[in-house]
């Protein structure tokens, strides 16, 4: 495929990007503190060097009450706009153009000082936030203005006012969050004068070409939501007050419908932003859910939007655009749409980086540096942690083979990929499987070595993985009772009565897999969530479908705490909606007894109780399998290295795993 709509050039106001690929905002905490700002100048002009035409900062607060959290990025100061210069400078180097988005938290600002249009407070936030006066409102449409100029003078191509995802801008778009009976607030025209007085400012202060680029919320996916009528209302006077382009967004953070995270299906808003192209006559963006340049390519031929948005696809991989461009498509890193790495780090208010790219936004302090001896290495265990060390080390240039005992590369991986929503994991195997080919990483699958067979190379590094973990229980070679890895892996097809023992992030992903109806399609996804005709329905929100009864399944733990709070900040929340909307029975605090030909014989509050199943489902967690390992610790102990599941089987997950095997690789 050519991408020739994708890699078109387009011209913006006074800039002429080199393609329609826009890096999307996407806060890295790299934004907060000045001392940050190398790094953050690294991991930009990495995306440049990668021929990304726009790149669009994290979220800057025009002024403190903005804030996302105390002491959290703001522009507001000439010497604030003079140290940007090292970040714009850095992708003015590689040919690159970036934009600064300016945010205004609102009432999600992590912080005492929060404000908003009404004293309503946030579901996802403790502060309740204070209602900006008249005066106020009037002012912080200033400060979003003198952010945008100051942008300019700090040397960025563009700005983008940030009007979607719920943060303040939003807050005052909405009667769910705007009661106000002054001049900014009341009807639907007066909730929309603040962001076009914001756009209308910062237009005077810029002046005529400027690109300005305004995020507008398509569906608000929040009950008391806008109308489509009023999004596309607001979006003319956006046009009249001066914006250059319409970025689009999805969904309110508080919003109870997952917008992002793998189990949105591919492209899922892309009909909504079709819509809006079609209103308007400034370029429309397209954003959410876009991952792979076949679906840019196809989303822009098919006249829906101008331009396409990808955020972590771009944290993923840097080279996406030159990759695509020189026909190597194969090659981009997909992102998975996990957000282990990435939205869950910066909600723990930690440095993001991501699942499948460790280097991302450790550009400076993790470095593949090319070597010139060719050492040999061995690696044995093609699972993620194996896959990652061999193609590390193989971009460095050292000479590896790869070692795997089954017939496919993967391990876990492999499993992982077969449950409903997680499909995306098969792009990551995908990946290193075709690196290990380019970078001529010599590949020996159904090959396990033994101490011996190793010592011919100067390193080695074991990834033997995981083996799950059997219970001590009465009963459990009982025929009914199988591992997770026979269910996933197709070899064992349980019956309609299934108790699932262990609820960590694979006794969820197996319920799910359990209870979930293999028939359904993209627009019963949306059904289930909720998801509506906007034209129809204010924020695109309706009555849920309820999901059918595929299977009857009980999730079991002996841990009294409530299953599932351990699964990731910005997805768990949505796997276990899923598992309610399923039907799956859910037991904490049980005792596991025996398992007899009558059932799973449990203890629950005191009380025994027989879970009469045709399939008890083992999910109780993995043990680490290194006897090659010690093996070769007691003939070499120099050279070999232990990674991934091997190394540490609890809470093994892919992130730890990856990144081990890069570091490795880079230290070797
Ligand atoms: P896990 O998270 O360690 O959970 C295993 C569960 O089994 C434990 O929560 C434990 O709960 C139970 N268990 C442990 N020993 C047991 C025993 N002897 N008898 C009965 N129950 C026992 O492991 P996992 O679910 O296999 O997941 C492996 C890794 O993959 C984890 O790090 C997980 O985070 C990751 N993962 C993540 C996701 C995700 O969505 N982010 C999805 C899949 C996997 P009790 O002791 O309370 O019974
Ligand atoms: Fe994508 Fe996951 Fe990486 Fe985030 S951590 S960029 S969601 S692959």
């Known amino acids: 495929m050519t991408y020739d709509q994708l890699l078109s050039p387009i011209t913006l106001g006074t800039l002429t990007l080199r393609n329609r690929v826009v890096m999307g905002s996407m806060h890295t905490g790299l934004e907060d503190s000045a001392r940050d700002l190398t790094a953050l100048a690294a991991y930009v002009a990495e995306r440049a060097r990668g021929e990304v035409g726009l790149i669009v900062t994290g979220g800057y607060a025009p002024n403190r009450r903005g804030w996302l959290k105390p002491f959290a990025a703001e522009l507001s100061t000439r010497l604030q706009a003079m140290r940007h210069r090292e970040v714009t400078g850095a992708v003015h180097d590689e040919g690159g153009a970036i934009a600064l988005q300016v945010l205004h938290a609102g009432r999600y600002g992590y912080h005492p000082f929060s404000a908003s249009a009404s004293s309503r407070k946030s579901p996802i936030t403790p502060f309740r936030p204070r209602a900006l006066s008249t005066k106020a409102v009037d002012r912080t449409a200033t400060d979003f203005a003198q952010s945008v100029a100051l942008a300019r003078k700090a040397g ?3 700005v983008e006012i940030m009007g979607s995802e719920g943060y303040l801008i939003n807050q005052f778009l909405a009667a769910r969050t705007n009661d106000r009976t002054d001049a900014w607030g009341g009807s639907a025209e007066k909730r929309m004068r603040f962001p076009l007085e914001v756009v209308r400012r910062s237009r005077e202060l810029v002046g005529g070409d400027f690109p300005i680029v305004y995020r507008i919320s398509l569906l608000d996916l929040v009950e008391g939501g806008q109308t489509w009528d009023e999004v596309v209302e607001l979006a003319h006077g956006l046009e009249d007050a001066g914006v250059t382009v319409l970025n689009t967004g999805i969904g309110w953070h508080e919003a109870r419908v997952p917008t992002i995270i793998t189990q949105v299906p591919r492209g899922a808003w892309r009909s909504a932003t079709a819509r809006l192209k079609a209103a308007v006559s400034v370029p429309v963006c397209a954003s959410n859910r876009i991952n792979t340049p076949e679906l840019a390519e196809e989303i822009l031929a098919a006249g829906e939007a101008d331009l396409v948005s990808m955020a972590r696809p771009l944290l993923a991989d840097p080279d996406f655009v030159a990759k695509a461009r020189a026909g190597r498509a194969d090659e981009i890193n997909t992102c998975i749409a996990c957000n282990q790495a990435c939205l869950d780090h910066v909600f723990q208010n930690r440095k993001a980086s991501c699942l499948v790219n460790p280097r991302a936004c450790r550009e400076t302090t993790l470095v593949l540096a090319p070597t010139r001896t060719r050492r040999t290495v061995a690696v044995v265990g093609a699972g993620p942690a194996g896959l990652a060390a061999a193609v590390s080390a193989a971009e460095r240039g050292l000479a590896v083979t790869l070692f795997e005992r089954s017939t496919e590369v993967g391990g876990q991986f492999r499993l992982a990929m077969r449950v409903p929503g997680k499909e995306e994991f098969a792009e990551t195997l995908r990946y290193f499987t075709r690196r290990t080919e380019v970078l001529g990483v010599d590949v020996r699958l159904g090959s396990a070595p033994t101490a011996g067979d190793l010592a011919p190379y100067d390193e080695v590094v074991v990834a033997t993985g995981v083996a799950p973990r059997t219970p001590v229980l009465d009963g459990v070679d009982h025929p009914s009772v199988v591992s997770y890895a026979d269910v996933l892996s197709g070899a064992v097809v349980p ?15 197996v319920s ?12 019963d996804w949306m059904a289930y969530w909720g998801v509506g005709d906007p034209t129809l329905h204010p924020g695109g929100l309706m009555e849920r479908k309820p999901r059918a009864t595929v299977r009857e399944v009980t999730l079991l733990q002996r841990k009294t705490t409530p299953i599932g709070i351990g699964l990731g900040k910005t997805s768990g929340w949505a796997h276990r909606a899923v598992l309610r909307q399923s039907g799956v029975v859910q037991l904490s605090g049980v005792t596991y007894d025996r398992v007899d030909d009558a059932g799973l014989h449990v203890t629950v509050d005191g ?8 399939h008890v489902v083992l999910c109780a967690g993995q043990e680490s399998v290194r006897d090659l390992y010690d093996e070769l610790l007691a003939v070499r102990p120099h050279g070999t290295h232990l990674i991934g599941g091997a190394d540490v089987a609890a809470e093994l997950d892919a992130k730890r795993a990856i990144e081990q095997g890069t570091r490795v690789a880079a230290g070797l």
Do not use: M, Q
């Open 495 to 509: 019956g309609r009565r299934v108790a699932v023992v262990g609820a960590g992030g694979i006794g969820v992903d």
């Open 512 to 523: 799910h897999f359990l209870s979930a109806d293999p028939a359904d399609t993209d627009a």
């Open 156 to 158: 960025y191509d563009a």
């Open 607 to 614: 009380e025994p109780r027989v879970l009469e199943v045709d």
